[in-house]
Nanobody
């Protein structure tokens, strides 16, 4: 299974981007999805997660009210809509998938990882 993230780029503060992550190789059924990010010189941090059935989501405090995670099971794809972007959001964003009925916010809970997409927000 491969996860491919896309949609990153450079945007000015206050702008928006929509990240996508598609799974290929085989259909990932019964998985929850998450997004993490890693800024230069910092550890990878949790951004958002959506449960297996899409009925529950969780967000890092730093992105609540600005980011929205969603999923399209028919397309085996997860999205991260990012609005009101700030320079502090600049990082490589990674999508990941996990097997659990609960929300997963810790990286070690995830079984599959994408290669990341760069998001750069200028002031």
């Amino acid at each position: 299974v491969q996860l491919q993230a896309s949609g990153g780029g450079q945007v000015q503060a206050g702008g928006s981007l929509r990240l996508s992550c598609a799974a290929s190789g085989r259909t990932l059924g019964n998985v929850g999805w998450g997004w993490f990010r890693q800024a230069p010189g910092k550890e990878r941090e949790f951004v958002a997660a959506i449960s297996r059935y899409g009925d529950s989501t969780d967000y890092a405090d730093s992105v609540k009210g600005r980011f929205t995670i969603s999923r399209d099971n028919a397309k085996n794809t997860v999205y991260l809509q990012m609005n009101s972007l700030k320079p502090a959001d600049t990082a490589v964003y990674y999508c990941a998938a996990y097997y659990s009925v609960f929300i997963a916010t810790i990286a070690s809970q995830y079984s599959y990882w994408g290669r990341g997409t760069q998001v750069t927000v200028s002031s």
